[in-house]
């Protein structure tokens, strides 16, 4: 397989791709950390790439898959960074102990911006004018 991007210096390499088929192409325990931004399965703005694959326990089953290529692939003590929605951060918590992964600890991004789904936000300004 060949890097998408890669330092010999800096001890860096990168690979684009399918995470399951880059994952396979990878010895044992040759990966030092993980960086993973994975789909959150929740078709946001309709993308099909994003989508929960037919239900809670199908995303959960094919999140599962990738991460237990991910642990087959961390050297012994190896660490992982795995971003995830707040609203279906249990669904990757779920896959990530199924894959085999123990969940040490949990960073949080709290954010105050996005799409307001339950209220009209110009009525709101409307009326305190």
């Known amino acids: 397989m060949t890097p998408y991007y890669q330092d010999t210096e800096a001890g860096v390499v990168l690979y684009q791709g399918d995470a399951l088929d880059v994952l396979r192409a990878l010895p044992d325990a040759s990966v030092h950390a993980i960086v993973q931004d994975p789909p959150a399965g929740i078709s946001f703005m309709q993308k099909a790439w994003d989508g929960d694959r037919g239900g809670r326990r199908q995303w959960i089953a094919w999140l599962a898959e990738i ?17 995830a929605l707040p609203r279906t951060s249990h669904w990757t918590a779920t896959a990530l102990e199924d ?26 300004i409307d009326t305190l004018a």
């Not at 960073?107 to 009525?123: A, C, D």
Request: no cysteine.
């Open 67 to 83: 991460m237990a290529e991910a642990l087959r692939v961390i050297k012994p003590g190896g660490h992982a960074l795995i971003w």
């Open 99 to 124: 894959a085999g992964w123990e969940v040490r600890e949990k960073l949080y991004h709290l954010f105050g911006s996005g799409f307001p789904k339950s209220r009209n936000i110009s009525i709101d």
